[in-house]
């Protein structure tokens, strides 16, 4: 920072009051020897002295470093205990509904049991797949889908909701009933579709993407 910069800062700092008298004193004053500006009682230059690299026993007398200026450590995001068990179960569905978006939104149907309600947690403890929180009239767990791997069968019941779930327009309950590809599911004011997603079989997974299947002589003609 040059001279005329310094006295300018102090100019600033005392206020226009003092700008007269700080203009009468002498713009000149003593250099050190490495031509910083130094006042006339200062023994050392404190320029100098910051310049220097420090030494073991220069910092013998240094406070330790703030624990503020040490790296922030990365905390994980808290997951649902749920999350990673599904991340291992065989997708088989989605459950959509456009209610309360324009843009709609996209719930995936894994093997096993898939809630749905308003609360993100059931009762057992057990996180709701399907979780819509703006309908004011959707109980905390209102219905249970469920696939069973072994047989291949979709199921939907009620799980005893305060507000009735329904299924193309029939009321169901907790005994439940087949879940059909298509299903339109009423919950409250929401109301859901209900999709399959048939893994691929063994044959169409061996296939290399861009081949076509074998067609019969008998339909080309």
């Known amino acids: 920072m040059g001279e005329k910069s310094i006295w300018n800062r102090v100019a600033g700092l005392v206020g226009a009051k003092g700008e007269a008298r700080l203009r009468e004193l002498p713009t000149h004053t003593r250099r050190c020897p490495a031509g910083h500006p130094m006042a006339l009682d200062w023994a050392e230059c404190p320029y100098c002295k910051a310049e220097r690299p420090s030494t073991p026993d220069s910092q013998a007398g240094q406070a ?10 990365a905390i994980a995001p808290t997951r649902y205990r749920e999350e990673t068990k599904m991340a291992g179960r065989l997708l088989v569905g989605v459950v959509f509904t456009f209610s309360w978006s324009s843009r709609g939104q996209l719930f995936p149907v894994y093997a096993g049991r898939n ?3 308003a609360a993100p947690m059931t009762r057992e403890g057990e996180r709701t797949a399907i979780l819509v929180t703006e309908d004011p009239a959707v ?9 069973q791997q072994d047989t291949g069968q979709y199921r939907i019941m009620d799980t005893s909701s305060s507000h009735a779930t329904f ?20 919950a409250g004011n929401t109301l859901f579709i209900f999709k399959k997603l048939l893994p691929p079989t063994a044959e169409a997974e061996l296939r290399p993407q861009g081949d076509d299947p ?5 339909t080309l003609l």
């Not at 109980?139 to 696939?147: K, R």
């Not at 327009?169 to 339109?184: C, M």
């Open 64 to 73: 330790p470093a703030s624990p503020a200026t040490a790296p922030a450590t």
């Open 115 to 117: 809630h749905a309600g």
């Open 139 to 147: 109980s905390a767990t209102q219905f249970l889908i469920l696939y």
């Open 167 to 186: 299924v193309n327009g029939e009321r169901i309950d907790s005994k439940g009933i087949e879940l059909p590809d298509d299903a339109q599911i009423r």
């Open 214 to 218: 074998p067609v019969a002589a008998s």
